[in-house]
Nanobody, 122 residues
Framework: QVQLVESGGASVHPGASLNLSCVVS????????MGWYRHAPGKERELVAT???????NYADSMKDRFTISRDTSKNTAYLQMNDLKPENTAVYYC????????????????WGRGTQVTVSA
């Protein structure tokens, strides 16, 4: 069974940095596009960034300057480096994959982790 587990969330002060991790586990052959999304209180879940297996990235316009997505394909892991955090970045950050090909040939689509809480306050 494929699982996505996020880690790295914390309560921090404005200006701090955090590096989130997302590990995809299971009997995996290949992981497709990996992405980070966030859900802030009172708002809808929104895209933060995605990264393809080859490294091509895509960011929401408001995230480009201070956030960096990366991945280690050999470890089925994605990262989100967040710098100069602001209170409006407070949210639960979720990891997503569009496809996970498992070794028996099956493909799991649109897999989500349970999220990691990031709180930014003075």
């Amino acid at each position: 069974q494929v699982q996505l587990v996020e880690s790295g969330g914390a309560s921090v002060h404005p200006g701090a940095s955090l590096n989130l991790s997302c590990v995809v586990s299971g009997d995996i052959f290949a992981v497709g596009i990996m992405g980070w999304y966030r859900h802030a209180p009172g708002k809808e879940r929104e895209l933060v960034a995605t990264i393809r297996r080859g490294g091509t990235t895509n960011y929401a316009d408001s995230m480009k300057d201070r956030f960096t997505i990366s991945r280690d394909t050999s470890k089925n892991t994605a990262y989100l480096q967040m710098n100069d955090l602001k209170p409006e970045n407070t949210a639960v950050y979720y990891c997503n994959t569009d496809t996970v090909r498992v070794k028996d040939g099956d493909v799991d689509y649109n897999q989500w982790g349970r999220g990691t809480q990031v709180t930014v306050s003075a």
